[in-house]
């Protein structure tokens, strides 16, 4: 075992540390907010410049053929940094789709794209009544000469407003549950048919809600093989929980420096806070707590290339139970360390706060996953 | 021990409840029960109604206009307006400073002010904070110096809650820098149209307007606004912050979200089962039911202890009570967020507005997270819980 990062691990984690220090700062992300995207387009580009966007894909494709480990170390920089860009959206979810789905034209034609920054993806999946199940899918793809014709509804399709181009999840038969019979398209975000509402989520990112009808598709949207494609999709959000893993590792990361610093700082009753014994033993507790998030963000880096779909699910299901247990606890603390500071939009801690608990709420919380690993037979076998 | 209500209580009850069920404006109720912000009006417009009933100052002595019902009656009020669910009446009028002025004012001030506080005339809010004096509020600088029949009055409070709404603003001033830090420190009303009065917003984290900033730049007070005693402030603003903590626990507002939070959960799905056939999940509710069943009969044990309370001083047992009611309300915030599920995201520019677009989600589900954020504030004001337990470990434990 190793935990040591290779030399160009460290570099990617200094270079893009170095990145995000200059052009990634709070006071610049609340000014990215507010850009057409929500986004920053500059930003991107510089992401691309660094390889960054190519990252996890085949160097035949036009990728850098990179693991899990750096994805991880990118993920722990944009927690960090709290960036808003689609990165999970476009590199790891959408491109995921396509490196374990996507035929090798499919491939060959688009990763060049998005390791340029030139292509924006996002992967419009969840439904209403779905919550967190990834097989109950309503929306539906019928056969339609040699193409497909797609209907239905997606919600909070992360980025789905800025995306040229959707990765869409269709029933093509069976019930609405069923493991079976569920395919995966590639649509034009802007073509007849699609209407996207957009919208900011409450931790400053964006989102839309997505209607298809009668979007007409052809034979060449289908990405993977047609009513099989559970699987992948399985995978790709495990790939995404390993990666929001990661970030929450950033974002608590920096709560806890905020919320150290603060303490050797403020001073109440002739002291430094930090001198009252109960807020050293939180800070330590907060500490504790992110050092069990990040053990278990490097679990799932490890994880994550699993073959065996169950044994990776599993390990999946415990990194989110850590980080949702571990990033709310830091993140509760952070703000009341803090007393009224902590409270303002002005100051970062709490932007911190809404993106982990976000982080938790998405592709299912601490409770949802603790539920799915009790359902096994847990992670200390028999 | 008996420890069930008596008939004549629950005949009471039973009256208050019809009295709400019959009085709330339904767009106050609604608000309160979507936790959406509520108007200056709905705050107005409700605590008139309640004074035109003699129910806005119930806890007054009667000559003040209050109702003179035992502390078991105050309490079963309480809750009842909570799980109409309705606000209270304007806690810094009605509970902060009408007390202070009953306690320590003198006539000219009571005769003035506390009709006016009853029905609202004068919107006051709270001026204790200050950017450097948050637990350790007797360190406090903003400084009101003596000329003729004037303070003139310097410095900068926050975190002043609807500071932006008030008529008026109740002051701890430094009029004694050279004394020991608790002894130097004057209670003072003062007029928020007074020329060299600032108020500033402060957004908080969940976008809200509810706090302010306050700078007073050689603001002008007649003498005849010191309540009680030049430098006794002291006395008089822990005997408010006493009151104020009790206030905080809100059993009824619990209430009333849990069952509110199990109505919806008949109606959210998940898959083919509501969420409220999800047994995990109910679980979670019945866990934090448990917690307010407990602190409920804490309350009323602090009630009942009330009326044999000769000194009328804050029963540090309260601290309990503020301690595990901000836990408990977060704690609902936080079943709220889980019953919304994936809605919980979304966040419509302006979600008070009233507009045409159909809701994201659930009609529900944009105050959740909201509300989550914001209520952190609960453990923090009022006395942060660490204070609270600092107060346990010295008075209770003497440690
Ligand atoms: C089962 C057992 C086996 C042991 N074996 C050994 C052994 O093999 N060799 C040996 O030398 N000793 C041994 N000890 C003794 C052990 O090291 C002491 O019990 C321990 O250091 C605590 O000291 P104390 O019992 O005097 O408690 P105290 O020091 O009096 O502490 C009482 C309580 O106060 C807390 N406390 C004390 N100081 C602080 C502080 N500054 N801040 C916050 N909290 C504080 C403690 O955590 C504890 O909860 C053993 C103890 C036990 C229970
Ligand atoms: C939403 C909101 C509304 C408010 N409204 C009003 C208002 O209307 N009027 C008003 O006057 N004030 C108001 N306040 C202010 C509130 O009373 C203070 O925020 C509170 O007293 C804490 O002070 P502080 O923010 O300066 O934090 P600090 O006192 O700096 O505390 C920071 C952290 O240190 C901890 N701490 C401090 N001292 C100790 C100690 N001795 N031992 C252990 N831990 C300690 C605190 O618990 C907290 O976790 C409001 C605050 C908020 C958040």
Redesign the interface.
Not at chain 2, 132 to 136: E, K, L
Not at chain 2, 202 to 205: H, L, Q
Not at chain 2, 269 to 272: A, Y
């Given at each position: 075992m190793d935990f040591d990062l290779s030399e160009e691990q460290q570099l990617l984690k200094d270079s893009l540390g170095r990145l995000l220090a200059d052009h990634g700062s709070f006071a610049q992300r609340q000014k990215h907010r507010n850009e057409p995207d929500g986004w920053s387009r500059a930003l991107w580009a510089l992401y691309a410049e660094l390889g960054l966007l190519g990252l996890p894909f085949e160097e035949k494709h036009g990728g850098l053929g990179a693991g899990p480990v750096e994805t991880m170390v990118a993920m722990e920089a944009f927690g960090r940094a709290l960036a808003l860009e689609p990165y999970l959206a476009t590199v790891i979810l959408a491109g995921g789709l396509i490196r374990h789905a996507g035929s090798e034209a499919q491939k060959s034609a688009l990763v060049p794209k998005i390791a340029d920054g030139s292509l924006i993806l996002a992967f419009a999946h969840g439904e209403r009544q779905a919550r967190y199940e990834l097989a109950d899918i309503a929306t539906t793809a019928k056969k339609d000469g040699a193409g497909w014709v797609l209907d239905g509804e997606k919600g909070v399709v992360l980025h789905g407003d800025s995306a040229d181009t959707l990765i869409v999840s269709a029933r093509l038969s069976g019930q609405r549950r069923d493991r079976d019979g569920i395919g995966l398209f590639l649509v034009d975000g802007n073509a007849s048919g699609v209407t996207r509402r957009p919208y900011p989520t409450v931790d400053g990112l964006r989102a839309a809600e997505i209607t298809f009808s009668s979007v007409k598709l052809g034979a060449d949207a289908v990405l993977g093989t047609p009513g099989k494609a559970l699987p992948a999709i399985e995978r790709v959000v495990d790939e995404a929980i390993a990666a929001l893993a990661a970030e929450s590792v950033g974002v608590m990361a920096v709560m806890h420096e905020a919320t150290v610093e603060y303490l050797k700082t403020r001073r109440q009753f002739g002291t430094t806070i930090g001198s009252f014994q109960v807020l050293q033993h939180r800070a330590v507790d907060m500490l504790v707590a992110l050092e069990q998030a990040r053990s278990m963000a490097m679990f799932a880096t490890m994880m994550v290339s699993e073959e065996n779909a169950a044994e990776r699910s599993k390990a999946m299901a415990a990194a989110k139970v850590q980080i949702g247990r571990s990033g709310k606890f830091v993140g509760q603390q952070a703000i009341q360390l803090h007393g009224g500071i902590g409270m303002t939009n002005e100051y970062s801690v709490g932007h911190y706060f809404k993106r982990m608990t976000m982080i938790d709420t998405l592709f299912g919380p601490a409770e949802h996953h603790l539920a799915r690993l009790a359902k096994t037979d847990g992670l200390v076998e028999s | 021990m008996d420890l069930r209500f008596t008939p004549e209580e629950i005949a009471f009850r039973d009256e208050v409840r019809a009295f709400f069920k019959a009085s709330v404006p339904e767009v106050v109720r609604r608000k309160m029960s979507e936790s959406r912000h509520l108007a200056k009006e709905d705050f107005v417009s409700w605590q008139r109604i309640l004074h035109k009933r003699g129910w806005a100052t119930p806890h007054w002595p009667v000559e003040w206009g209050g109702t003179g019902w035992s502390p078991t009656q105050q309490y079963l009020f309480m809750d009842e307006m909570q799980q109409a669910p309705a606000p209270p009446p304007l806690q810094f009028g009605v509970n902060m400073l009408g007390p202070v002025l009953i306690a320590f004012g003198n006539e000219k001030q009571k005769r003035h002010f506390l009709p006016r506080i009853a029905n609202i005339e004068d919107w006051w809010c709270q001026g204790f904070?200050e950017p450097?004096?948050?637990?350790?509020l007797a360190?406090l600088r903003t400084s009101a110096k003596l000329d003729g029949d004037h303070y003139v009055v310097n410095g900068q409070k926050?975190?002043t809650t609807l500071a932006q709404y008030a008529d008026w603003i109740f002051c701890l001033v430094r009029t004694n820098p050279e004394a020991k830090k608790q002894e130097g420190i004057s209670f003072l009303l003062i007029d928020m149209k007074s020329k060299g009065v600032t108020v500033r917003p402060?957004?908080?984290?969940d976008?809200g307007r509810e706090?302010n900033e306050v700078f007073f730049d050689d603001v002008r007070v007649p003498v005849e606004n010191l309540v009680g005693e030049e430098n006794k402030g002291w006395d008089y603003a822990k005997f408010l912050l006493g009151n104020e903590r009790v206030g905080i626990a809100r059993v009824g507002v619990s209430k009333e979200r849990i069952r509110r939070i199990k109505q919806l959960a008949k109606m959210e799905?998940?898959?083919?089962r509501p969420m409220i056939e999800d047994e995990?999940?109910r679980e979670?509710i019945a866990e934090v039911e448990v917690a307010l069943k407990a602190l409920e009969m804490t309350q009323l044990r602090v009630v009942a202890a009330e009326r044999s309370r000769k000194d009328k001083k804050p029963d540090p047992a309260s601290s309990i009570l503020k301690i595990k009611g901000s836990e408990i309300q977060q704690a609902v915030t936080e079943l709220a967020?889980?019953l919304a599920?994936?809605?919980?995201?979304?966040?419509?520019?302006e979600p008070d507005e009233g507009s045409n677009e159909p809701p994201?989600?659930p009609d529900w589900a944009d105050t959740v997270?909201?509300t989550?954020?914001?209520w952190?504030?609960i453990?923090?004001?009022g006395g942060?819980?660490?204070i609270q337990?600092n107060i346990i470990a010295k008075a209770i434990l003497g440690l």
């Open positions: - | 904070s450097g004096a948050g637990s350790d360190s926050t975190w402060i957004v908080t984290i976008g706090i799905r998940d898959g083919d995990r999940f979670r967020l889980e599920g994936p809605y919980a995201m979304p966040a419509p520019d994201i989600g997270a909201p989550y954020f914001n952190r504030k453990s923090i004001y942060s819980n660490e337990k």
